[in-house]
């Protein structure tokens, strides 16, 4: 058994496994493969690394019940064909590592493989426990601890969110996206629901206040934002906007677009559940961190989005709403929103999103009491036999100090405007039924056996 060969860092192609041989733990001595004189491991130490990694970073896919009963050849690579992407050893040095390795997975006293004889491997979908217990004890301490200031939450968002800002798809592309003029997403739509026509009428004589988020200190708290503090909530689609609001069969829906009128930046969660670790290195524990958080977020993004039953919001809203704040508050990331998929458009459309922004960005252009007289809504039309819904709004033309944007004296830190309402583009909606698409489940129904009665 060849325990005892050394291999050095010539021959090994990892690089950081090679620069941590030649530079830290490798020692001087003849290289049993390539014969140079030079820093060297045991191929014992390389394969106890490279069970570590295999521990880390794949799943075994020889033991299933395709493999072991059906005789399916299994996904993934056998261990020669790993151990030669994750080494780039070939001839002996891979057999020698093969060897050593088989050998150390083997139990004697129960006599059995670690992972079965001629073991096969794919690279694991997950590798989140510690984070994920990490997770859960930031949810207790939010919920029975402290709501604010929380020491324990702040540390974990950091490490959970903190480098966002540097993180790449697959693609290449950033996590962080620009929304605005000249960019794909330049306008979104925001539904608000009405009981009744006067409500609705109210509304459209200052759409830009009515239609957009509520001033501060009222409305009440949402997936992303606690009551009071006023978040603009919209879709990429009028339809999911409207879906979003989950109105009433009677209800009207009023449906506004909002045009951007500032570059924003919104962290799409979408693309942080696809997360990259580019070429880095399966030896190097920052990769191993790294691919900790990445699917410990692919796993979080559908908690994020999940449905919130109405009767659940305050408490499934806790940790959403703490997410929120770190992104909206956080001074090194200047995220101004989120973008994430909607649970209740049942089109399943990749394209349509669900945004949010943050009170720093949901200014809305002349939403302020200044501009209420800017409009005159109407409607109803009339003949001498009915009535039918034909909304419209006169507007009353800006005066030239009106242009300008209203701000108090002294209020030089007020939020500058990031959305102005298109009075073209407003659409009433009138609720005639609602669809649902759902899985069904029968019960199944069975008699229980009576007890046999003795003789």
Known sequence: MPFDQ???SNC???EHLKQEIAQKIGELDECAYCNASAPTISIWDL?????????????????????VHFDRTPEGGDLSTILHKLT?????????????LSDHWFDRDSQEEKYGEDPWFVEASETTAQISLEWEQMERSLRDTARLFNPAAARLLEKVFGPVVEDRTHEGDSVVIKVGPGHPISSLSRAREFETLQELQDALNHPESKLGPPPVGRGSAGRMNCA?????????????AIAEVRPAVGANVAVAVFNIIRELSLLDLSKLGALSLADASKFSP???ERATRRNFLATLIGRLTMPVLPGMANNDYLITQAIADFLATHPNLNIDG?????????????????????????????????YRETATAYLMEYDEHSAWLSPSIESRPLAEDQQQIFRWPGEEDRFEPALELDRNLITIHEIEAVE????????????KELPQKKS
């Open 6 to 8: 050394r291999i050095c």
């Open 12 to 14: 090994i192609r990892d």
């Open 47 to 67: 394969a106890t690394r490279c069970d570590d990694v295999i521990d880390v970073f794949f799943e075994v896919s020889s033991l299933t019940m395709a493999v």
């Open 88 to 100: 780039g050893l070939d001839g002996a040095a891979l057999e020698d590592l093969h060897e050593v």
């Open 228 to 240: 009071g503090i006023p978040v603009f909530y919209g879709a990429t689609k009028a339809s999911t």
């Open 286 to 288: 920052i990769t191993v």
């Open 338 to 370: 989120i973008l994430f998929p909607s649970t209740q458009d049942a089109k399943k459309d990749s394209s349509t999103r669900n945004v949010v922004l943050f009170r720093k960005a949901s200014t809305v252009l002349r939403s302020e009491p200044e």
């Open 436 to 447: 649902y698409r759902t899985v069904e489940n029968r019960v199944v129904h069975t008699f």
